[in-house]
C-alpha cells in the first residue's frame, strides 16, 4: 500500500470519533463497573484516573505518532521505523493480543444481542431483581445459546470489515455516540433517584483504602489499557489513516476524555441502582446485566411500554459501541495477516473470524458446562481477560513507551506530536518525561509489585 491510496479520515470529528469509537464500548460499561465493584470502588478509579493521565494519553499520542509516521499496519510500522531490529515483536505480540481479546470480547458483545431481543420481547416487564439474576445465570449457563449469539456477532463483524463499510460506521458514529451518551446521562439520572441509591453513591465517591486488595494497581492500570485501546497497536493502525495536519496531543485527550467520562457514567448507573436493590458490587463479568434491567425496571415499570423501549434502545446502542471496538480489533489481525503474509483480505478475515469462533466457544462454554475446568484457578473466560489485560496490554504499552521515548530519533517525535512544527505545544517536554520516565517505570513497579517478580 502506498502513502497516496490509503484511505483518510473525512473530518477533524470523523477522526476523534473514529478513535473514540474503537475506544469506547463493553471496556467502559461493561469491564469498568465490575472491575471497580471488586476493588472497592471510588479507591479504584482514583489509580484508573492516575493511569489514564500518566500513562494512557501519552501512550495513546505515541502510539497515534508511531501510526502515523509509518502509514502501516502495526507489525510493519516497527519494520519501518526500526528496520531489522527485535521491535518488531511488539507489532506481533500487540496481534495476538487483539486476537485474544476479540475471542472473548465477542462473547459478551453476544449477550448484548440476546438482552436485545429478551426487552424486546418484554421478558423483562414485571420482575424482581431475583429474577434477572436467574435470567442471567441460565443464559450464560445455556451450552449453545450464547455461544450463538458470540458467532452472530463475530460474522457481522467480519461482514463489516471484509465489505468495508467502516465509511458507515464512521458517519453513523456521528449519531450514535451522542445518542449513547445522553441514554447513559438519563439512566445515570434515573439510577442515582432510586430509593437507597445513596449507599451506592458513596461507593463512588467516598474512597475507602481499607478495602483495597493487593491487585488494585494492576487491575486499574488494566482497565485503563483496555478501555482505551491501547498497548497493541490498534490505535497505532487507525493513525496511519489520520492526515498530516491532525493534531495528535490533542486527538488523544479528546479520547481520553470522552472514554472517561463514558466510563465513569456507566458507575453511575451500575452501583447507585446495585445498592438500591440489593446486588453485591463485587460479583464478576454479570454486573451490568443483572443489575441494569433494574434501572429500566425501577423507573419506568409503570409504563412497560417506554421501560421496554428505552431497555432495547439502550442495548442496541450498546452493540453497536461494541461493534466499532470489535470492528476495530478485528482489523489489526487481518491487515496483519493480509499485508504480511500475502493472503487476499477475504481469507485473511476468514482465518480470523474462524480462529475467534472456535477460542469465543471455548470462554463461554467456560462460564457454563465447563466452569468446573479451571488454569491457574481461573476459567478460560477470566485466564484471556488477565492475561491480555493485565500483562500483554501494559507491557506493549511499556514497550511503546520505550520505543517513542528512547529510540525512536527525537525529530521524528517531533515532527509528528507539533505537526512540524506547526503546533506550538507547551506541555511537549511533559509529554516527553512521561514517556521516558514515568510511564516505564510506573508501569514496571506495578508488574514487580502485584505480580511479585522480585
Ligand atoms: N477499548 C474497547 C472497549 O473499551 C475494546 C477494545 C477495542 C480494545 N480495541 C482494543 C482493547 C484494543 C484493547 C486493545 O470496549
Not at 468495508?164 to 441514554?183: A, H, N, T, Y
Not at 451506592?200 to 487491575?219: A, C, M, Q, R, T
Not at 488523544?252 to 466510563?263: E, G, H, P
Not at 512544527?421 to 507547551?426: Q, V
Request: contains cysteine.
Amino acid at each position: 500500500m502506498t502513502t497516496n491510496n490509503r484511505a483518510n479520515f473525512g473530518s477533524k470529528l470523523g477522526v476523534i470519533l473514529a478513535s473514540a469509537g474503537s475506544a469506547v464500548g463493553l471496556g467502559n460499561i461493561w469491564r469498568f463497573p465490575y472491575m471497580t465493584g471488586e476493588h472497592g470502588g471510588a479507591a479504584f478509579i482514583l489509580v484508573y484516573l492516575g493511569c489514564v493521565l500518566l500513562f494512557g494519553a501519552p501512550i495513546m499520542m505515541a502510539e497515534f505518532l508511531i501510526g502515523r509516521r509509518s502509514q502501516s499496519n502495526t507489525a510493519r510500522a516497527y519494520q519501518k521505523l526500526a528496520p531489522g531490529t527485535p521491535w518488531r515483536w511488539v507489532g506481533r505480540m500487540g496481534v495476538l493480543a487483539g486476537f485474544l481479546i476479540l475471542s472473548y470480547y465477542s462473547v459478551v458483545a453476544g449477550w448484548t444481542l440476546e438482552y436485545i431481543c429478551a426487552a424486546g420481547l418484554g421478558h423483562f416487564a414485571d420482575k424482581a431483581p431475583a429474577d434477572f439474576v436467574n435470567f442471567y445465570n441460565s443464559f450464560v449457563g445455556h451450552p449453545w445459546l450464547p455461544v450463538v449469539w458470540a458467532a452472530v456477532f463475530l460474522l457481522i463483524t467480519h461482514l463489516i470489515v471484509v465489505k468495508g463499510v467502516e465509511k458507515g460506521i464512521e458517519r453513523s458514529s456521528k449519531l450514535m455516540m451522542p445518542l449513547l451518551f445522553i441514554l447513559l446521562l438519563i439512566l445515570a439520572i434515573c439510577s442515582v433517584l432510586l430509593p437507597g441509591a445513596g449507599q451506592g453513591i458513596e461507593f463512588l465517591l467516598k474512597p475507602d483504602f481499607s478495602k483495597v486488595d493487593s491487585n488494585v494497581l494492576l487491575s486499574a492500570m488494566g482497565q485503563a489499557f483496555f478501555s482505551l485501546s491501547l498497548g497493541m497497536g490498534c490505535l497505532c493502525t487507525y493513525a496511519s489513516y489520520f492526515k498530516p495536519d491532525t493534531n495528535l496531543p490533542k486527538t488523544a485527550f479528546s479520547v481520553a476524555i470522552i472514554d472517561t467520562s463514558v466510563a465513569i457514567l456507566a458507575g453511575f448507573i451500575i452501583f447507585p441502582a446495585a445498592f438500591a436493590v440489593g446486588i453485591q458490587p463485587d460479583q464478576g463479568p454479570g454486573l451490568l446485566f443483572v443489575t441494569l434491567p433494574n434501572v429500566f425496571q425501577q423507573a419506568f415499570g409503570g409504563v412497560p411500554f417506554i421501560a421496554a423501549l428505552l431497555a432495547v434502545m439502550f442495548y442496541i446502542l450498546l452493540a453497536l459501541a461494541a461493534l466499532t471496538s470489535t470492528i476495530s480489533l478485528h482489523e489489526v489481525v487481518t491487515a496483519y495477516l493480509h499485508e504480511e503474509f500475502n493472503l487476499t483480505r477475504s481469507k485473511a478475515a476468514r482465518l480470523v473470524t474462524g480462529g475467534c469462533l472456535v477460542l469465543g466457544m471455548l470462554c463461554s462454554l467456560s462460564l457454563g458446562l465447563g466452569k468446573d475446568y479451571t488454569l491457574f484457578g481461573m476459567t478460560l473466560f477470566d485466564l484471556f481477560d488477565f492475561v491480555t489485560a493485565k500483562l500483554m496490554l501494559p507491557l506493549g504499552g511499556l514497550f511503546i513507551a520505550l520505543f517513542t521515548g528512547w529510540f525512536l530519533n527525537k525529530k521524528i517525535v517531533r515532527e509528528e506530536l507539533t505537526n512540524r512544527g506547526t503546533l506550538h505545544l507547551r506541555i511537549y517536554g511533559l509529554i516527553i518525561f512521561l514517556l521516558k520516565f514515568v510511564a516505564p517505570i510506573g508501569i514496571a513497579f506495578v508488574f514487580i509489585n502485584e505480580l511479585k517478580l522480585l
